[in-house]
């Protein structure tokens, strides 16, 4: 089973911060904290990973709290190319580990 | 390419045959994983490779599942005397080196295989 919480879908403007919330309140100390992006037909795009201290990249920003227990994804300036499911995964630090999926958040940018 | 490649992308059976989906990961990748994404849902782990070996087949779903990497690049997952059960489309994901804890590498995948069994 997934070990996070996200909501189903949400909304934003064009251009407007999205901020996806994401709760993993049984996050052990090794897990680290990953978002994936699936757009319609393709496969999930990795979008960003951290362990406890937030992140900065050049698709998003990774806001993860001091207790660990819950995390944003924040994607600064939204556009319509940014639609898609959003999955929040926990998992350990070796690349032997398998992804665990949810359901994901539906984030619908719109004009 | 660069990234990872996945063929054919569409792939239609009649139930009873077998079938053979390809993974090209990106070059140099250590770790192979496939997974199953049944329409509405999220993608389910099925199986894992380091190099050659297979290190855990825990998600194939039946002895029908059968997956391999012989030379260490190019998977192959085939699936025999295919059911309806198992449309659904069929993601490979490659990441780089395992350096043990320090080898936190995110998987990239491919856009997959969609199989449809009439």
């Known amino acids: 089973d997934a070990k996070t919480t996200q909501p189903t879908s949400m909304d934003c403007a064009e251009g407007r911060a999205a901020n996806l919330p994401c709760n993993h309140s049984t996050i052990s100390g090794n897990e680290y904290v990953y978002w994936y992006r699936q757009i319609h037909s393709q496969g999930p795009q990795y979008i960003i990973h951290g362990l406890k201290n937030n992140e900065t990249n050049e698709m998003a920003s990774l806001i993860i709290t001091e207790d660990r227990k819950s995390s944003t994804l924040i994607l600064p300036h939204a556009t319509l190319r940014d639609t898609a499911v959003y999955y929040c995964i926990v998992r350990t630090g070796t690349n032997t580990d398998k992804l665990i999926f949810g359901t994901g958040t539906r984030l619908q940018v719109f004009p | 390419g660069a990234g990872v490649s996945q063929s054919p992308r569409y792939k239609v059976a009649k139930r009873g045959q077998d079938v053979a989906l390809r993974c090209d990961p990106i070059?140099?990748?250590?770790?192979l994983f496939w997974y199953q994404q049944a329409l509405g849902q999220g993608p389910e782990f099925l199986t894992y490779f380091q190099n050659e070996a297979q290190l855990d087949k825990s998600g194939l779903p039946s002895d029908r599942f059968f997956a391999e990497r012989p030379e260490g690049s190019v998977s192959t997952l085939k699936i025999q005397r295919t059911q309806q059960e198992d449309s659904a489309v069929y993601l490979c994901a490659s990441s780089g080196r395992d350096r043990g804890t320090f080898g936190n590498q995110p998987q990239h995948f491919g856009d997959g295989t969609r199989l449809s069994i009439l």
């Open positions: 070059s140099g990748h250590v770790s």
